[in-house]
């Protein structure tokens, strides 16, 4: 077991807010969590301590993430998803779903080969790979978006298993268009577990209602490659604002969602509704420049990635400026913009057990913030990955 006194610092636990706390470690674990006190100065291991406000909180769960710091999932490489997994916690991030694209049949069998492959070594640097988030190629044509129309296919159980497969049953989220999925394949997903997210869907409400009565529970990137709101027929994004079973992800870099629109769907949602995530594709960290995306040509500037058509191409926003903006956007509480990007995914993914708030027995996910959310530290597992 290994003791560090935060001097300084409130932590936000699940029992509440400690100040100045002695954060008990043990095998990648919290062992406990305690107010310092005389009864408890004795067994000290290490002494942190900070000349401004910080709080602790629990490290983000990023479950829809392409790439970062030049690396992409599609890359198929290890030395990838290594960059990607160093890049993270300077954000706050301690883990994420590797999230592939619409790309060919091989390039994604690659792909996914290749996050079992990282998954199955003992690499536990930097943050954790907790899956794959599988966007497309089950998707609409008429809401490609960023993803290329000619690798799009109808939702297929073989062609699901074979994807499986070769992730070693590593896919825990699949973005499909639920008007497209003439096999039912929603059933398969949720027998085996794997979460059917509603994205890149031309859906009218009606085939919405029928996609919820289904299962599926989970919204990929609210309002982006989607049916919009129309005062006749409100479509994807006006059901997912309807229907509290459903739970919506969001972009909130001010650009894929407009700061307005951001508080419509918080007032509508609520805090317990929304995911924060990236989307981020390789060039976040990086310099303006050109970049690609699924073989796309992408020009990014200080704050935004585009096509050549000026479609909106994934993002380049950082998980702690995402809950900055929640913050900022909304006037939401600190706990529930955080809330938004640590226990809300867990609970989608069903890893609330062990991630996204801390409690005895939890991962030692955490991160230190000043008062303007800039990452100080992050620790994966109780090991300290960044600051």
Do not use: W
């Not at 829809?64 to 997994?85: F, N, S, W």
């Amino acid at each position: 077991m290994r003791t560090i006194y935060f001097q300084g610092a409130t932590l936000y636990s699940e029992m509440g807010k400690i100040e100045n706390p002695l954060v008990c470690l043990t095998n990648g674990k919290l062992e406990n969590i305690a107010e310092k006190s005389a009864d408890n100065n004795k067994h000290i291991d290490e002494v942190i301590t900070f000349h401004e406000p910080v709080k602790i909180i629990p490290g983000f769960i990023d479950v829809h993430i392409h790439g970062a710091a030049g690396a992409d999932v599609m890359d198929g490489t290890l030395k990838a998803l290594e960059t990607m997994k160093q890049a993270l916690p300077e954000e706050g991030t301690t883990s994420f779903l590797a999230t592939t694209m619409t790309q060919s049949v091989d390039d994604k069998i690659k792909a996914l080969k290749n996050v079992r492959s990282m998954m199955s070594s003992k690499d536990s640097s930097g943050a954790e790979i907790l899956g794959v988030h599988l966007e497309g190629p089950f998707i609409s044509d008429q809401r490609a978006g960023a993803q290329p129309l000619k690798f799009i296919q109808k939702p297929s159980r073989e062609l699901f298993n074979l994807f499986q497969e070769a992730s070693g049953n590593a896919i825990k989220l699949i973005t499909m268009a639920p008007e497209e999925d003439d096999e039912g394949l929603v059933e398969e997903l949720l027998i085996e577990g794997v979460l059917p997210s509603i994205g890149h869907s031309d859906a009218t409400y009606k085939q919405m209602k029928t996609a919820i009565e289904d299962g599926f529970t989970h919204v990929t990137h609210l309002f982006n490659g989607m049916r919009g709101v129309h005062h006749r027929d409100i479509g994807v994004a006006g059901a997912s604002l309807l229907h509290d079973e459903l739970i919506v992800e969001m972009i909130v870099d001010g650009i894929h969602i407009s700061p307005p629109m951001v508080k419509l769907a918080y007032k509508n949602k609520g805090a317990d509704k929304i995911v924060l995530i990236t989307d981020a594709m390789r060039a976040k960290g990086m310099q303006p420049g050109s970049y690609s995306l699924g073989g796309q040509k992408v020009q990014v500037d200080a704050t935004q990635a585009k096509l050549a058509d000026g479609t909106l191409a994934g993002s380049i926003i950082k998980m702690n400026e995402a809950v900055r903006n929640m913050q900022t956007y909304t006037g939401c509480s600190f706990e529930e913009a955080v809330n938004m990007a640590t226990i809300n995914p867990a609970k989608q993914l069903k890893i609330d057990g062990q991630k996204g708030s801390l409690r005895p027995g939890k991962d030692a996910d955490f991160c230190v913030v000043n008062d303007n959310l800039d990452i100080l530290q992050t620790y994966v597992k109780g090991t300290k990955v960044f600051g």
